[in-house]
């Protein structure tokens, strides 16, 4: 098994920046890439944000390219999201994600961490 605990979320106003931080716990070896996603009320989760584990390649949704960086310290199996320029549709619920590959494929998410962007 494999334990996701997300921190730094919070409440910020409109051009204002946050971090993101979600650290794994557990079965962490032979993962394969590790993600942010958002669900803001009424909408679906959405992927903003994947980093493959090893080579360190990233994928950034339209909607936050050029604003949010993801990152990862594999020592410290932990992934960051560094959230610049925050406008109030980056309200919402943010999910770490990591997926990994033993014999089997396996996605694990965190609990969530809530960003509120004030106008």
């Known amino acids: 098994q494999v334990q996701l605990v997300e921190s730094g979320g919070g409440l910020v106003q409109a051009g204002g920046s946050l971090r993101l931080s979600c650290v794994a716990s557990g079965r962490t070896f032979s993962v394969t890439s590790m993600a942010w996603f958002r669900q803001a009320p009424g909408k679906e989760r959405e992927l903003i944000a994947t980093i493959n584990w090893n080579q360190g390649n990233t994928y950034y949704a339209d909607s936050v390219k050029g604003r949010f960086t993801i990152s990862r310290d594999n020592a410290k199996n932990t992934v960051y999201l560094q959230m610049n320029s925050l406008k109030p549709e980056d309200t919402a619920v943010y999910y770490c994600?990591?997926?990994?590959?033993?014999?089997?494929?396996?996605?694990?998410w965190g609990q969530g961490t809530q960003v509120t962007v004030s106008s």
């Open positions: 994600n990591l997926n990994r590959i033993d014999g089997t494929r396996n996605t694990y």
